[in-house]
């Protein structure tokens, strides 16, 4: 069974000057039950590590790492003999990894244990799902940011405009059981086993969260947890205090967020966490856009492609297999 907290998704930029266009381009989910998926985004490969991948008793950076050799190497006849790459990898995941795009953390609760508070819906304190004219057991929190914006995608060109997102909702509560029947991907008999049918998640993208960065992700899921919980219980007591009532002490995990809660205000002025770092170098110029400073850093990093395949080598030397591979996979 799934458990009933930690972290849901995680999602991170790969570097690009690492991974085979043409691969990927064909391989969207590289194992079979979408652990880990991988979207284009520009010049990025998007990986998202989901929580049925995830050991929370093992350190996260190191589940990263055996996310990246799997889609490097695991439909290939290479995946057994290459493990040893998972730990060059891990001692060198700054270079893999460019930065965090979000990291989502949820709570599973008891449906007794969750009531909405219908005034908070109409004061505009939360936001109901609305789905072909039909409200749905979603909420989502007030901060929520979206805009109008030309359209430029050719599958909708009777579409002027489209909507862009500006700010993700910090907060999501919705009923899981149901998403998961919609969803029709786990067996009906073991949904009816799993007694948390509602889902409370914190949602933390670059747009909304000021601590999205690789450096937080370190350790196990506690860990993680108690780096992160003065962060979640600001956020607790901006969006879900007075508007859902939590009530019961099934979720050891969530009642630590509520504890800390009552000890913090409404903003986080916490040191644990390190801040979002740019996917920029410091000495880019601040005036470049996002897309401008990712053409400036893939430019400023295409030699060093060539380090990579030499410390590879000297890492891999007694094997001529994976040294071999080593330099196709880099490129000569």
């Not at 969750?114 to 609305?130: D, Y």
């Not at 700010?167 to 029709?184: A, E």
């Not at 998640?201 to 993680?224: A, V, Y």
Request: proline share 2%; charged share 30%.
């Amino acid at each position: 069974m799934t458990p009933i907290a930690g972290l849901d998704k995680v999602t991170v930029l790969l570097a690009p000057y690492i991974f085979n266009k043409y691969y990927f381009d064909n391989m969207k989910h590289p194992e079979p039950y979408n652990k880990i998926t991988i979207v284009n985004r520009g010049f990025f490969y998007l990986m998202s590590v989901h929580i049925e991948y995830v050991d929370l008793m093992k350190d996260y950076h190191l589940v990263l790492a055996e996310a990246i050799y799997d889609l490097m190497f695991l439909k290939t006849p290479y995946y057994n003999i290459c493990k040893i790459f998972i730990k060059y990898i891990y001692e060198n995941l700054n270079f893999f990894i460019v930065g965090v795009n979000c990291i989502e953390i949820f709570f599973s609760m008891l449906r007794k244990n969750v009531n909405i508070n219908r005034e908070a819906i109409k004061n505009g304190k939360l936001l109901q799902f609305n789905e072909n004219g039909e409200y749905t057991y979603s909420y989502y929190s007030t901060d929520y940011k979206v805009k109008r914006v030309k359209n430029t995608n050719n599958k909708t060109p009777d579409k002027e405009t489209t909507k862009k997102v500006i700010r993700h909702s910090r907060v999501h509560i919705y009923d899981k059981k149901n998403k998961d029947l919609l969803d029709n991907h786990i067996k009906y008999s073991d949904l009816g086993k799993n007694p948390y049918e509602i889902r409370i998640e914190f949602k933390l993208f670059r747009d909304n969260c000021n601590f999205i960065s690789l450096d937080n992700l370190k350790g196990t899921w506690i860990d993680i947890l108690l780096r992160y919980i003065e962060l979640l219980a600001t956020i607790f007591n901006r969006y879900i205090k007075n508007n859902i009532e939590i009530t019961g002490r099934n979720n050891i995990d969530f009642n630590k967020i509520v504890r800390k809660a009552k000890t913090v205000g409404k903003r986080y002025t916490g040191k644990k966490l390190i801040k979002t770092v740019p996917i920029s170098k410091e000495k880019m110029n601040e005036k470049l856009d996002d897309s401008d400073q990712m053409k400036h850093m893939i430019l400023e990093q295409k030699y060093k492609r060539y380090e990579l395949a030499e410390n590879l080598i000297d890492c891999l030397k007694n094997n001529k297999v994976i040294e071999k591979l080593a330099i196709d996979s880099i490129g000569e």
